[in-house]
C-alpha cells in the first residue's frame, strides 16, 4: 500500500506487532509459587462443537453464577488433568 493511509496502516500494525511481542511473557509453574505470583503464558483458543441450546444453558448459569464459561471450563479441566 501506498499513499496517505497506506503509510499511515502500515505505522500502526508495526506499533501493534512490537507491543504484542512485549506483552508475551513465558510462565514458569512451581509447586512453590502461588497462580497470583506465576507470569501470564500467552492464551490460546480451545474449540469444541456442542449444540447451541447446551451452549446457551451453560452461559446463563455461569452468569447467574458471576463467572464465565472460559473460568468454569479451565477450573473444571484443572481439577481433573491437573496443570502442567
Do not use: D, F
Not at 52 to 79: D, Y
Amino acid at each position: 500500500m501506498t499513499g496517505k493511509y497506506g503509510n499511515l496502516l502500515k505505522k500502526a500494525r508495526q506499533s501493534n506487532s512490537e507491543s504484542e511481542s512485549k506483552n508475551e511473557a513465558v510462565s514458569v509453574n512451581t509447586e512453590n509459587k502461588s497462580e497470583a505470583e506465576t507470569i501470564k503464558e500467552k492464551e490460546v483458543s480451545l474449540t469444541i462443537k456442542v449444540p447451541i441450546s447446551w451452549r446457551q444453558h451453560w452461559v446463563a448459569e455461569c452468569k447467574r453464577e458471576g463467572k464465565t464459561l472460559k473460568e468454569v471450563v479451565t477450573e473444571m479441566l484443572a481439577e481433573k488433568y491437573g496443570k502442567p
